[in-house]
């Protein structure tokens, strides 16, 4: 799984990387998170239309998968829940096949069907509130991709109450998806970030590679390492975004799916990978092995950047780190 990209930058504090001022940015918000686009070595007619076209996708994608809105397929696939099966198409079967394949390798804590946890766990809620045990008991029953009826034609979910959600993958399929739109629109360098979501595609246009900031998960504003990229990607799972805290215990959104409990092992994992789904998927899948993160990501053959919960630094070239 190699690619060309390497760490480039060590340090626990101080501003984030922001990666040089290109010939031509985009920005545009979608999936309930703010994205950009960068593009050198083009005009700005040329970029703009094929920023345009990306951006298009970006929208039909989350049209079509979110569980926000009534008429999308996830939620089609949702409503159907113990009746029939719900035809599906070419795209949505690869989506279903990957998250098979993450499912296998998290050992069943990487789990499309999870998402009805939400029903016990409010990460938003002010007091901060923990779930009673019995709330989360009550539909752990519901999580269980193995059970899901499912081909390259139809998918069927067999109990009501249950549900799919491919917010675990979504928005990395989506950078992925941006940057094959744009070289398809004849674009040679570029920079896709979908709300921290990092995809490359060539080195800027005098050969030097992208730098994009690792995230500090404990310093607002602050970068903890950084990379550069030429072609691929980097994607980064932590607990800072959405959780809540008891007593000085985090309780962070990451939830396995066998367990119904949040993750605890590490405060983030950064991963780079060829392509952004699978950057993704694999700092997921790390943050849910917990300590088993290191061996599954040396079998992945990724290059990753780790924060235990205790705030050491761990990672592929830890003498860098």
Request: glycine share 10%; with cysteine; aromatic share 6%.
């Amino acid at each position: 799984m190699a690619a060309p990209m390497r760490a480039i930058l060590s340090g626990r504090s101080g501003p984030p990387f922001h990666p040089p001022m290109s010939n031509f940015r985009a920005t545009f918000r979608a999936m309930a998170s703010e994205h950009k686009i960068e593009l050198a070595g083009a005009d700005d007619a040329a970029a703009q239309h094929a920023a345009d076209a990306a951006i298009a996708d970006v929208q039909r994608i989350e049209q079509k998968y979110t569980r926000y809105r009534d008429d999308s397929l996830t939620s089609r696939i949702n409503q159907a829940a113990g009746g029939a099966a719900v035809p599906i198409d070419a795209e949505t079967a690869a989506l279903l096949r990957y998250a098979d394949a993450c499912h296998r390798l998290s050992h069943g804590k990487f789990d499309i069907t999870s998402g009805v946890l939400r029903q016990a766990w409010n990460f938003r809620s002010d007091p901060p509130i923990r779930p009673a045990q019995q709330a989360i008991d009550r539909v752990l029953p519901l999580i269980n991709w193995s059970e899901v009826e499912w081909d390259d034609g139809s998918i069927r979910l067999p109990r009501i109450g249950m549900e799919i959600d491919f917010g675990g993958i979504g928005k990395e399929y989506a950078a992925d998806r941006v940057a094959t739109i744009l070289q398809e629109q004849g674009m040679r360098h570029g920079l896709v970030n979908l709300g921290g979501d990092v995809r490359a595609f060539g080195a800027q246009a005098d050969g030097t590679p992208w730098r994009v900031g690792i995230r500090h998960p404990r310093r607002d504003g602050a970068a903890i390492a950084g990379v550069e990229l030429a072609d691929g990607a980097l994607a980064t799972s932590g607990d800072y975004e959405r959780f809540i805290e008891i007593d000085g215990v985090r309780f962070c959104h990451i939830l396995d799916a066998t367990t119904g409990m949040p993750v605890r092992h590490w405060q983030s994992i950064s991963v780079m990978a060829p392509l952004c789904v699978m950057a993704g998927s694999c700092s997921t899948i790390a943050m849910l092995l917990q300590d088993e993160a290191p061996a599954f990501l040396a079998e992945q053959a990724t290059w990753w950047h780790g924060v235990r919960s205790d705030g050491r630094v761990v990672g592929t070239e830890s003498d860098l780190l």
